[in-house]
Each structure stands twice: as C-alpha cells, then as structure tokens.
C-alpha cells in the first residue's frame, strides 16, 4: 500500500519545549487512521505539521510522494488544496443556511456555475443524510446534525486527505457512531485518506485500519485496532480500559505542589 502522507522522523518543539521527537507515521491511500494519546500529546500539533500551519524542526513529510516544503508558498497552497480539515467541532457559519455552508468551499475555491454549485453542495448533503435539511439554519438543526453538514463541507472539494480533530467530541453515542460510520463512508467513496484524532476508542476502533498512541513526543504503541485491544502493554490497557491510573499521567508536568504552594504534598 503507497502511503499518501508519511511523517519521517519528525521532531518539533513550540520554542524549546520538544513535542515531538523523531516520530515516524504512515497514513496509506484510502486508510482510515486515528491519532490517539492523552491530552496534550501533541496531537493537533501533528495535524498542523502536515497541513503545514507549522514546520518539523528535524525530519520530513511528503504528501503523495512531495515534500511538504512550507517556505514555497505556492506548492504549499497546491497541497492544501489536496486536503480537507475538520478541526474541533468543526463550528458552522451561524447566519448561512446549511446549503450554503456546504457550498462556500465551493463558491470560494472554484470557477463553477450557481447551478452547479448547488447541485454539488446537495448531493454533499446526500452523502450524510441531510438533503432534506438543506433550506434550515444551524440553528434549526441538533448538534449531531451540525456536524454532519460540517462532514459535508470538508469534503465538499473531494479532497484526497481530510484531517478530523476530535470529530465526536460533544456528541450523544448514537450521534458519535453515525459520525464514525460517515467518517468510513466518505472516505471510501472519495477513496481519502483520513486522520483521526480522537480520544474515543470504541468509535475509533470500529472504523480505523491503523491506530498511532502517542506518549511523552513519541508513540508509544501502534498497529490495528485488532492488534492493539489483544495488546497487553500496560499504556495500551489504559488507554483502552480508561484506566485511571498506569503509565499515563494525570497530572500536567508541573513543580511539585509542596515547592509551589509552600505546603507539603500529601
Ligand atoms: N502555539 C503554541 N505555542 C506554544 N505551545 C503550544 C502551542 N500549541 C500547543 N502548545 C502546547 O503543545 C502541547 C501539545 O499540544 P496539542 O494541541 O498538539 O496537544 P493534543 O495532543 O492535541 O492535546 P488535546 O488532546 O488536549 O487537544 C501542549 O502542551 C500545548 O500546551
């Protein structure tokens, strides 16, 4: 399987803080592959290095085959066209109507007529079950419904690779589920690599060929959701289990207690 995006050897730190060192990952063309780890791993920091929003400060990646080179503007912008993102709660225009959400990529990003245009954007609608809700407002429609037309919209220029951040935060299970199934839908019918990243592991587990659970700038574990629920290493149980205590810690790295408050710990 050719990989669409590979991330090699990457290392990146938001000034010199590292968050990322010498992490290798591979996303396969038409692969659904998730994200995990526990939060502030470096997770949308990930997503930004490959929308190139940032720049690995060692390492490469390639986008089919290219390096992603951000100091050339112009191939940058080229590849991004490439890519659709779904960043948290992927937040829809609130005085628009949902057709005209769905269509604003395509008003603003192609030549093509009104016509065409609308009749893009409702077969988008289609595509999550919502045609019929094209005329409301986001205000009309629920929260699980929202992120469908958001769904819709980052996938509105068939984009090759659509990067999804937390796509189920906020939702009721059921809603979660269906998001997890169109997420595996839309991917395989514009046959695009998708990227997940998630905290939710049974939505994630259900849909995803491939899962990478980052720790401490490094990944911790990875392989498919078969190979990673029979794993008994002890980080990939607790991630699993939500157990809460084991090798993930709880507490943001901080100076102990005693030293900062002037009391002794506990
Ligand atoms: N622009 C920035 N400048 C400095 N530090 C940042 C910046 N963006 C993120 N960070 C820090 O980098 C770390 C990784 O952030 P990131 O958002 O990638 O984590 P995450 O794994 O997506 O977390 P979560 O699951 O909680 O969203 C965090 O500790 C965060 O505080």
């Known amino acids: 399987m050719s990989d669409f995006v590979t991330v090699q050897g990457v290392t990146f730190g938001y000034g010199r803080r590292v968050i990322l060192d010498d992490v290798t990952l591979h996303f396969g063309r038409g692969q659904v592959v998730a994200i995990m780890g526990g939060s502030g791993m470096g997770k949308t920091t990930l997503l930004k290095l490959i929308g190139g929003i940032e720049t690995p400060d060692k390492g490469a990646i390639y986008i089919d085959g290219e390096l992603l080179d951000t100091s050339d503007k112009e191939k940058l912008y080229a590849q991004r066209r490439r890519m659709g993102m779904l960043f948290q709660f992927g937040a829809l225009f609130t005085d628009m109507s949902v057709l005209d959400n769905v269509a604003f990529p395509l008003r603003e990003q192609t030549h093509l007529s ?65 998001t997890a199934r169109l997420i595996r839908d839309l991917s395989n019918a514009l046959n695009a690599t998708s990227i997940i990243v ?69």
Do not use: C, W
């Open 114 to 178: 009104e016509e065409l245009i609308e009749r893009m954007a409702l077969m988008k609608l289609n595509a999550v079950g919502l045609r019929g809700a094209a005329d409301l407002m986001p205000s009309e429609i629920s929260g699980g419904m929202s992120r469908r037309v958001a769904l819709a919209r980052a996938t509105a220029l068939d984009p090759e690779l659509i990067m999804y951040d937390e796509p189920f935060a906020g939702l009721d299970p059921i809603s979660m589920g269906v």
């Open 198 to 266: 998630t905290h939710d592991v049974p939505e994630t587990f259900a849909i995803a060929d491939y899962v990478y659970m980052i720790s401490s700038g490094r990944i911790a574990a990875e392989g498919t959701p078969e190979e990673l629920s029979a794993s008994q290493d002890p980080y990939v149980r607790q991630f699993i289990d939500g157990a809460p205590d084991g090798p993930v810690a709880f507490h943001y790295p901080a100076e102990p207690i005693d030293r900062e408050f002037g009391v002794r710990a506990p």
